[in-house]
């Protein structure tokens, strides 16, 4: 669940690139400003998301500086329908809310995992995470199942997913 807004003026150019592991560290802040403790990931799982050999990395840094405000990080996965991406986490910094960071993100590593084969998306969000439900529905994402205690004892999570277009069209 996100965090109260603080206030911050829109950065004027925004950066997208591949994650460096020099970017640990700002990428786990992010995190812990992002999200409530039971949804936060360690230090040590938040490294070998990104590094895992299946993962798409990025991040946005905004006004040409290597201040990141942004990050996603989705893995490949064979399924008996095909390879599908899973957005394992999409943070933005609360203050760039509303300034498509998020939507650039999701948008580039939706690319990303295309050229890598991916023909689909599926994520999960927290059922009270109403800021995150809107986004991903306005991002086209369907909304599948309802899963009971997927977060924890109590904390169900919607499944959503989204076809992805073949990458000689994108």
């Known amino acids: 669940m996100k965090t109260p807004l603080m206030s911050q003026s829109v950065p004027a150019a925004v950066t997208l690139r591949p994650y460096r592991r020099s ?3 700002a990428i786990v802040e992010l995190d812990r400003i ?15 998301f990104v590094q895992a050999r299946n993962a798409i990395s990025l991040v946005a840094c905004g006004d040409g500086t290597t ?3 942004g990050f ?3 893995h490949l996965a064979a399924h ?8 394992v986490t999409l943070d933005v910094n609360p203050a760039y809310t509303g300034c498509r960071i998020g939507s650039k993100l999701l948008d580039r590593g939706e690319r990303d995992a295309a050229r890598a084969g991916a023909t689909r998306m ?11 439900i809107a986004f991903y529905d306005k991002q086209h994402y369907q909304p599948e199942n309802r899963l009971e205690s997927f977060y924890g004892l ?3 999570a919607f499944s ?11």
């Open 160 to 170: 959503y997913s989204k076809s992805l277009e073949r990458p000689d069209t994108l």
């Open 80 to 87: 008996s329908d095909g390879i599908h991406g899973y957005v």
């Open 154 to 156: 109590g904390r169900d």
């Open 67 to 69: 201040r990141v405000i």
């Open 122 to 132: 599926d994520l999960h969000v927290h059922t009270e995470n109403t800021g995150a």
């Open 34 to 48: 992002c999200f409530f403790p039971p949804f936060r990931f360690s230090k040590q799982s938040m490294s070998e």
């Open 23 to 25: 970017d640990l560290q």
């Open 72 to 74: 996603v990080i989705i």
